[in-house]
């Protein structure tokens, strides 16, 4: 495995989540969900987007915020969310991070970023452009981080 870890909280939709396992399993990195989950992890949509990569997906599923938080303590966890002054380029990608990403409709609410300023980053985008796809700032992200790290364990 890579040491990088990707956690999404509370995904809401299926194929964004398949997707993301898809490119986890690419990469070898670890894939952590965090509940309520908007739908089943036998969901077909979710399935079929991943498509036969989930033998491969390391797959950690967590009951709430709280609980990853507890399992995770002290770790570099780095937030992405359009409300970060920072760009995602300055995000230490070091010693196994945790790449956390929020819910589709949403994101990561003001609650749990609140104090975690110095841990916020954000993809630029044209003013004019709520967001970005769910797996897509998740595949932006994570290629940055193994880049900054020389795409180990990568051909």
Do not use: Q
């Amino acid at each position: 495995m890579s040491g990088i870890n990707v956690v999404l909280v509370e995904p809401e939709i299926p194929p964004n989540t398949g997707n993301i396992a898809r490119t986890c399993a690419a990469v070898g990195a670890r894939l952590h969900l965090v509940k309520p989950l908007g739908f089943f992890l036998r969901d077909r949509h979710l399935r079929r987007a991943g498509a036969d990569y989930w033998s491969r997906v390391d797959l950690v599923v967590h009951e709430s915020w709280e609980a990853f938080e507890a399992a995770r303590a002290g770790a570099n966890l780095c937030f992405f969310t359009r409300r970060a002054e920072r760009s995602y380029l300055l995000a230490p990608f070091e010693n196994e991070p945790f790449l956390i990403f929020g819910r589709e409709s949403t994101g990561l609410s003001e609650a749990l970023l609140a104090g975690r300023e110095d841990r916020c980053f954000r993809i630029p985008m044209r003013p004019a452009i709520r967001s970005l796809n769910l797996a897509e700032a998740v595949s932006i992200v994570l290629y940055e981080a193994f880049r900054v790290r020389g795409f180990p364990g990568l051909g």
